[in-house]
Nanobody, 115 residues
């Protein structure tokens, strides 16, 4: 049974930083490309960043230069360092493999950025 558990969200002022973590179980983590996704109120879920099993990274344009995705295979954990946060980054953040599998979505972690 696959389980992805996100943590690290919270309320932060614009310009602040947060570090999200996602611990995975039930998958061969080191073999999987992983992604961070977010869903803002009234919007579709979107890919924010992804990292391949080999460590290559890609970012959505709105977060380039501000967010950094990384992974620690020994801990089956993927991270998202978010700097220079903006109110438009407010959303529920999820991790999943890439491409995402519907059954793998977890509860997500809420990020709220105040102006």
């Amino acid at each position: 049974q696959v389980q992805l558990v996100e943590s690290g969200g919270g309320l932060v002022q614009a310009g602040g930083s947060l570090r999200l973590s996602c611990v995975a179980s039930g998958i061969i983590f080191s073999f999987r490309d992983m992604g961070w996704y977010r869903q803002a109120p009234g919007k579709q879920r979107e890919l924010v960043a992804r990292i391949t099993s080999g460590g290559r990274t890609n970012y959505a344009d709105p977060v380039k230069g501000r967010f950094t995705i990384s992974r620690e295979n020994a801990k089956t954990t993927v991270y998202l360092q978010m700097n220079s946060l903006k109110p438009e980054d407010t959303a529920v953040y999820y991790c999943n493999i890439w491409p995402p599998v519907n059954n793998y979505w977890g509860q997500g972690t809420q990020v709220t950025v105040s102006s």
